[in-house]
């Protein structure tokens, strides 16, 4: 499977492989990854089914979301990476002169492929997708391996073999990680 591995962005043309990975059974279709995403109107609706909509707004208006993995055809994962600014408050120190930062705050594999090392294939897709986006920095927000919460954003073990170095904590149990992107290449 890692050699067929691709990635799409969610888009009009993916919205549908999306939705039916997100509907699966087991799939993340409890919060449609809009828990870092919701404006202040938005949060009052707590009900996933209630947030697809939301989800959907910003695919027709063209808001990068994140992007799918697919074996062959069928979408396998998802990584929600996106300009930070599309999310509300990470954690990451505010933005530089000329930095372009993309976030990582969510991971998701159909759970009879996890444990197989496809979560380093994700986060290459990632870090890839935001580099050819313009990106100068990429930004997550990964917890220990032992966290009871937050599994779901990644492991900081998984960060760390990319490249991404610590610079701080987003409450006491996110590490904020960076990699920066240079020249074309990850540094």
Request: charged share 20%; glycine share 10%.
């Amino acid at each position: 499977m890692r050699d067929r591995l691709t990635f799409r962005p969610v888009d009009a043309q993916t919205r549908d492989d999306f939705f039916g990975l997100f509907e699966q059974p087991g799939g993340p279709s409890y919060c449609w990854c809009m828990a870092w995403r919701v404006t202040a109107e938005e949060s009052k609706t707590k009900k996933g089914s209630e947030r697809r909509p939301f989800m959907l707004r910003r695919i027709a208006d063209r808001v990068p979301v994140g992007i799918l993995a697919y074996n062959g055809t069928q979408p396998i994962g998802w990584v929600s990476v996106a300009p930070r600014d599309t999310y509300r408050a990470l954690g990451g120190p505010a933005a530089e002169p000329g930095e372009l930062i993309w976030s990582i705050a969510c991971l998701y594999l159909k759970r009879k492929l996890r444990g197989q090392g496809l979560t380093h294939l994700l986060l290459e897709g990632a870090i890839d997708h935001a580099r050819a986006q313009g990106a100068t920095i990429v930004e997550a927000y990964p917890v220990d391996p032992d966290s009871p919460s937050y599994r779901h954003m990644g492991f900081v073990h998984a960060f760390a073999a990319h490249g991404f170095a610590e610079i701080g904590m987003a409450g006491s149990r996110r590490h904020v990680m960076r990699l920066t992107l240079t020249g074309g290449s990850a540094s």
